[in-house]
């Protein structure tokens, strides 16, 4: 008695503790490692160099998604800037005897969707991937690390990777949602209060009624999020929802072994009397439909919300605000509603998932994409692309005059070529919507598919609500 | 890892909140998997629309060889991309000082030499003044075992850092090498899990 309940932070912590070094880091076991094009191949070249071999090839898996072109009938050439890095990941992989998720094999896709789809990742699991987004995996209550490309030669050679502990976070998402409300929503209003670095140096757990409720791929969504909260590690308890979602996927345990797995998987939640170093309670009861003003994920407003107006702020917080108004071509204190829009993008680790195109393939069916505006629907997978053609999506997507396109992560950073062109205003279901991340001067707005889909059908920024 | 113990040279003020790894390494800008990535660090930034150098502080002649940057919050947030401290290491700098640092751009900083420090309050307003004032004409020194930076006037700024990570850059220790020191904790570990929780040591694809 009188010892202290335990956070499910803590929990997955202490079981992958291999050991302390003597320089005070902990050496955490990594169970899954998925590697993408982008940096791959460059630790596979240092691993080399210095004569090492992948420890663990057989709990490591390579996946194109980078630098590929989603364009349809892609080859590796199709995108012949990123030729180089799809070969070296196929080559390097082949080379350390890992498996390699490659253009053409039906489970190509991006990392952060595939891994959950596939079962790669189970929760109460660690994963980690040299991409910052390795945190949408805690959607399934698996404890992620995005990570860079020397700790990526790391866990290649000795399967742990060496941190500080770090401090535990807790975002209590209150209250229930309303229509056109979902997981990105949650997320983007999250960071509006939060802040860009306000979860720096916690891992973050997501708790609360609201993230109770949220389907599986809104709590993956929602995750996706936490590095622009500043953290690198966020999730929410999983629960049946999660059981019955990672039930017969691929690599998920079954028989004996699934039974086993479930019994513990039920011992993955923060015990009540729980003591977290800081708290944020967030109520998403009366939240609208989210939007991104600004040049930073947490300049936010609802889709009814306002463009600040700096003279009515501080001045020393003025000049950023004012930056961001700028670079955006945005009148301070105006509407966002009824901007006129150049692009939209649907896709990404964020919301590229089956329910993100239905929500969205749900508002364009029977419209037309405006005059002027170029939309891309980009499946987050190749399974999600055929499950969504199962669905006739595709059909809708492109009657109304969007790309449907191959898997991979296309606009959201631009590194297979895909970018907007200076001055364009896009909606984008991705997110960051740094300065010149989609193109040199490209304002981009992040939102959900909802308001993506609401504004690709009438060529502004709508409030879907009144669609 | 190239070890560092002391530094001198010019000290670049960035005084900006949230400046990003996007911003830091524009990756799309990048040609193959082995740049210049000195010439890719802030390219966006510092080139106008036709290519031509714009009058970003990093075209000044006094900044041709920065050692040291110096910004404002949470420095290298974003994407992981260790492509942002090669691209900082590539014109030369090798210490950052920012009231504070991205999670995981420290880590990359640690495991390229590059020295990630953290000043807060009185003492940066006045360490980013002097930076702005002496705007490269004269060397800043960094000294790591004495945990100190020292401008030009000779005034001095104690900084924090912990012990380990203090030695490892001093060292330049290698990772893996300090790691696999404890490989029969690992392999305990792989075996201990093996039994206990099968499903988490193997990752076999039903289908085939």
Redesign the interface.
């Given at each position: 008695m009188g010892q202290q309940g335990r956070t499910l932070f803590d929990k997955i912590w202490d079981q992958h503790l291999?050991?302390r070094?003597?320089?005070?880091?902990e050496?955490i076991?990594i169970?899954?490692h998925v590697l993408h094009d982008?940096?791959a191949?460059?630790a596979f070249g240092k691993l080399a160099q210095?004569g090492?071999k992948v420890r663990r090839p057989?709990?490591t898996?390579s996946m194109q998604d980078h630098s590929v072109s989603v364009q349809p009938g892609r080859n590796d050439d199709t995108y012949a800037?990123g030729a180089?890095?799809v070969r070296?990941m196929r080559e390097g992989s082949a080379k350390n005897g890992v498996r390699v998720f490659d253009l053409g094999d039906p489970d190509q896709g991006i990392s952060h969707v595939v891994a959950p789809e596939?079962g790669?990742v189970?929760p109460g699991?660690t994963h980690a991937v040299?991409?910052?987004h390795?945190c949408t995996v805690g959607g399934l209550g698996a404890l992620a690390f995005?990570?860079?490309?020397?700790?990526l030669?790391?866990i290649l050679?000795?399967?742990?990777v060496?941190?500080?502990r770090?401090k535990r976070l807790r975002v209590n998402l209150l209250g229930s949602l309303g229509a056109d409300v979902a997981g990105k929503d949650v997320a983007l209003a999250v960071i509006a209060k939060l802040g860009?670095?306000g979860g720096?140096?916690f891992a973050i757990e997501f708790a609360g009624p609201v993230a109770r409720a949220l389907p599986v791929e809104g709590r993956l969504t929602l995750c996706n999020l936490t590095?622009e909260m500043?953290?690198?590690s966020g999730f929410v308890a999983p629960d049946d929802a999660v059981f019955n979602w990672i039930k017969d996927r691929?690599?998920?345990?079954?028989g004996a072994?699934w039974d086993?797995?479930l019994a513990?998987w039920r011992t993955l939640f923060t015990d009540a009397d729980s003591v977290f170093d800081k708290e944020l309670d967030v109520d998403c009861s009366h939240l609208a439909p989210q939007i991104t003003w600004g040049t930073?994920p947490s300049q936010v407003i609802g889709i009814d919300g306002r463009v600040p107006d700096p003279s009515t702020l501080e001045a020393d917080k003025r000049t950023?605000i004012e930056r961001a108004i700028s670079y955006m071509g945005l009148e301070p204190g105006a509407p966002i509603e009824g901007l006129p829009v150049g692009r939209v993008f649907i896709g990404s680790c964020t919301n590229s998932r089956l329910p993100d195109l239905e929500i969205a393939a749900h508002i364009v069916k029977g419209r037309k994409v405006a005059p002027g505006v170029t939309a891309w629907a980009v499946p987050g997978s190749s399974q999600v692309k055929r499950d969504a053609e199962a669905r006739g999506l595709d059909r809708i997507f492109k009657d109304a005059g969007f790309m449907w396109g191959e898997s991979g992560c296309s606009m959201c950073?631009?590194?297979n070529?895909d970018?907007g062109a200076?001055g364009e205003r896009v909606l984008s279901t991705t997110n960051?919507n740094?300065?010149?991340?989609q193109?040199?001067?490209v304002r981009t707005h992040l939102v959900g598919p909802a308001l993506a889909a609401a504004a690709a059908v009438t060529g502004r920024i709508t409030d879907v609500r009144k669609l | 890892m190239q070890p560092f113990t002391t530094l001198s040279g010019p000290a670049m003020p960035m005084i900006e909140d949230d400046i990003n790894t996007d911003q830091i390494a524009p990756l799309q800008l990048a040609k193959g998997l082995s740049p210049d990535w000195g010439q890719l660090l802030f390219k966006r930034q510092r080139m106008n629309a036709d290519g031509t150098d714009n009058d970003h502080v990093l075209n000044k002649p006094q900044y041709r060889k920065p050692a040291i940057l110096v910004a404002n919050e949470n420095f290298g947030c974003g994407s992981s991309r260790e492509s942002a401290v090669w691209c900082l290491t590539g014109v030369g700098i090798r210490c950052v000082i920012a009231r504070s640092i991205a999670d995981i751009f420290r880590e990359n900083c640690l495991l390229n030499g590059l020295l990630p420090i953290e000043l807060s309050g009185d003492a940066m307003d006045r360490l980013q003044a002097l930076v702005s004032q002496t705007d490269g004409a004269q060397p800043f020194s960094v000294d790591l075992p004495a945990q100190i930076v020292c401008a030009p006037n000779g005034e001095t700024f104690s900084f924090e850092i912990s012990t380990s990570d203090k030695t490892r850059l001093i060292e330049g220790l290698d990772e893996v090498g300090l790691t696999m020191k404890h490989e029969n904790e690992i392999v305990a570990f792989e075996e201990k899990i093996r039994g206990s929780m099968p499903w988490m040591q193997e990752a076999r694809d039903r289908r085939l």
């Open positions: 291999v050991g070094r003597s320089d005070g880091r050496l076991y169970d899954r982008l940096h191949p460059h210095a090492r057989d709990l898996f800037e180089a890095f070296a596939l790669l189970l699991a040299p991409d910052s390795a995005g990570c860079g490309t020397t700790e030669e790391h050679a000795t399967q742990v060496t941190l500080f770090p860009v670095a720096r140096g590095i500043g953290s690198r691929p690599f998920a345990p079954d072994q086993q797995a513990y930073e950023p950073a631009g590194t070529g970018m200076a960051r740094f300065e010149n991340r193109g040199r001067g | -």
